[in-house]
């Protein structure tokens, strides 16, 4: 509860900063609404008991304020959610760049992997889009309560003190409202992984890239049934705890409603044995109904206040999962030249969750300026040694040194800010097409000299030219306007963007070339390399290339086969051959594919 008020606090620091005349001006309407209610209460009471005494003119005036006093206690809260709706809008781009920076501010890429991980997420995401204006709201409601509950408090005191007490026959209530608060928080949790693939079957259905696959595979009605079988699982679970939920509330109600009979026969015997003036009932009647709303919005107030003290609780657990425990800064720093080289030692290595080595017993040295080719079948180990030498995952044992500097001690920012990078399932930035690009090296990002640079290098300077704007050009379906790619364009321009980048100390190249044909890929290679060599000799930069094509990468300084998780064989083209194992067998085979 205290991070949530925590939060609150922090939420209404933030609106004062950001501005402060709407912050006031909700504050005010809401006060303006918590005085009129219980002021309506009591100008009914004096109406009743002027119209009792035959005084007109005191129950005309007793009424008029009244009516007055209903229309600014009713309209009030609406213009004020006006207000504060606005500045929860703002407070969600806040949070939301927590979440971004959660779910992208960590050294490695494990936590993606990770199912507890992905469900609070999926969760958190959910929640998140609540959290500012709820919190708004809750700080602002919370107040006006207060003082609403307080003025209530004195009117019903100078009837009956006893009356005092109604407010505490809401207690079980609130204690009910929290129960079952707690339960749906609960089943929630549970239910975030149904919800979770459901929404991953509906993306599959909704995204358009895929829509080929599923028409040909004839899967539309055996996708409607999985996300029908997983959200209905969802649904049970969530249903369940609703049922639940609401028996606790019901119950919690229940106590209060006796101690509203009760309170009305206390007036209502007093008033007819001539102890209070009629007017006293109308009063009760009404400040009785209104503490019942008091005592509703309060316990809806701290359910709000304990959902959200239970996101955020869960947003620290997943911020520490994720960015881990406070490690010490690695502060070691890169060489600006490297000339030595990349010393890989990795006796074992599994992806988080898993016991299955995907790398064992490698131990390598790609020397300074030299271009490495990893070849190899499906699932050998190829990426898992690219992602490893981004430092991507954390070693598990082993070590991998950059001219001597283990790069555990090196912050991961700092590595990769010196390396260069086109992955397979590379990112289709809908952007304009010169920053799709440009972001390769973001200070670039709009130098359109860097860009036209990088396109010529990748042999991709054609797809710019077949844009009605060029590099102006909007991408994709965001951006109004936006043009579509074919997946080979896309492809191009991502190459492209990996050659951005000046003084590299690792270029990276992991089959981002497969809608290419053997030719294109083979000149795209080519280049790449040229140009990788150029940047090695400034920088002595290691070059790694990607490819399930032999003949591709058959220049290459040193050829790494990987199979079976472990590096098989390992030399130049020449060597391999003369060696004549796998690499000669596969070389071999695919020449002949290809002549
Ligand atoms: N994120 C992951 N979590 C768990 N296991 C993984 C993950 N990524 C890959 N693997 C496993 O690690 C092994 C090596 O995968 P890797 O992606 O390195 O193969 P690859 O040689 O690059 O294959 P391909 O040529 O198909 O891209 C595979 O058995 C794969 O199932």
């Not at 925590?6 to 005085?35: F, G, I, K, N, P």
């Not at 359910?303 to 869960?314: C, I, K, N």
């Not at 030299?370 to 082993?398: H, Q």
């Amino acid at each position: 509860m205290k991070a949530a008020l925590l939060a609150v606090l922090d939420l209404a620091r933030v609106s004062w900063a950001v501005d402060r005349r709407r912050l006031v001006t909700a504050v005010v309407l809401m006060m303006a609404e918590a005085c009129a209610l219980p002021l309506a209460a009591a100008a009914l009471g004096v109406l009743t008991d002027r119209a009792v005494s035959g005084d007109v003119e005191g129950a005309a005036l007793a009424g008029g304020v009244a009516a007055v006093a209903a229309i600014v206690g009713l309209t009030g809260g609406h213009f004020a959610h006006i207000f504060y709706l606005e500045l929860g809008e703002l407070n969600l781009l806040r949070l939301d760049r927590d979440l971004i920076d959660v779910t992208n501010g960590s050294a490695t890429l494990g936590h993606h992997e990770r199912p507890e991980v992905a469900d609070r997420l999926a969760v958190l995401k959910e929640e998140f889009t609540r959290i500012p204006s709820v919190g708004m709201s809750s700080l602002l409601t919370g107040t006006s309560l207060v003082v609403a509950m307080v003025i209530n408090g004195v009117l019903l005191g100078r009837v009956n003190p006893w009356l005092l007490l109604l407010p505490l026959a809401a207690l079980p209530s609130v204690h009910a409202g929290r129960h079952a608060e707690s339960l749906m928080q609960t089943r929630r949790h549970s239910a975030a992984s149904p919800t979770r693939t459901a929404q991953h079957v509906l993306r599959l259905a909704r995204t358009a890239a895929f829509a080929k696959e599923l028409r040909v595979l004839g899967l539309r009605e055996e996708l409607t049934a999985r996300h029908g079988r997983h959200w209905q699982e969802a649904t049970r679970i969530l249903r369940g705890g609703q049922v639940r939920a609401s028996a606790w509330r019901t119950g919690g109600h229940l106590c209060f409603a006796l101690a509203y009979a009760g309170a009305m026969l206390l007036v209502t015997r007093a008033a007819v044995a001539g102890e209070q003036p009629v007017g006293s009932i109308v009063l009760v009647v009404v400040l009785a109904m209104q503490i019942n709303a008091q005592v509703g919005s309060a316990i809806t107030l701290l359910q709000e206040w304990q959902r959200m003290s239970g996101t955020l609780a869960s947003f620290r657990q997943v911020k520490k999962l994720v960015l881990g425990a406070d490690r010490p800064p690695a502060t070691a720093r890169l060489p600006e030249r490297m000339t030595h080289g990349i010393r890989v030692r990795l006796p074992h290595f599994a992806y988080p969750g898993t016991d299955r080595p995907a790398l064992t017993d490698v131990d390598l040295l790609l020397p300074a300026g030299s271009t490495v080719a990893v070849v190899g079948e499906n699932g050998a180990g190829k990426t898992t040694l690219v992602k490893l030498l981004c430092r991507f995952y954390d070693t598990t044992s082993g070590t991998i040194e950059v001219d001597g500097v283990d790069l555990a001690d090196v912050d991961p920012l700092h590595w990769r800010s010196r390396i260069s990078a086109g992955f397979q399932d590379f990112s289709r930035f809908e952007l304009v097409a010169r920053q799709t690009v440009g972001v390769g090296d973001l200070p670039r990002v709009d130098d359109d000299g860097a860009v036209s640079k990088a396109l010529d290098l990748a042999r991709a300077s054609d797809v710019f030219a077949r844009l009605d704007d060029g590099p102006d050009t909007p991408l994709g379906h965001s951006l109004p306007g936006g043009r579509e790619l074919s997946g080979g364009q896309w492809q191009k321009l991502a190459i492209g963007r990996s050659m951005m980048r000046q003084d590299p100390l690792l270029l990276v190249l992991d089959e981002p070339t497969a809608a290419l044909d053997a030719r294109a890929e083979h000149q795209v290679f080519e280049r790449y390399a040229e140009n990788a060599r150029r940047i090695g000799r400034r920088t002595g930069a290691v070059t790694v290339l990607v490819s399930h094509r032999f003949s591709t990468v058959r220049d290459a300084d040193l050829i790494l086969v990987v199979a079976g998780s472990r590096i098989a064989e390992s030399g130049t083209h020449s060597e391999l051959m003369k060696e004549n194992g796998l690499y000669a067998e596969l070389y071999t085979l695919q020449a002949r594919q290809y002549s």
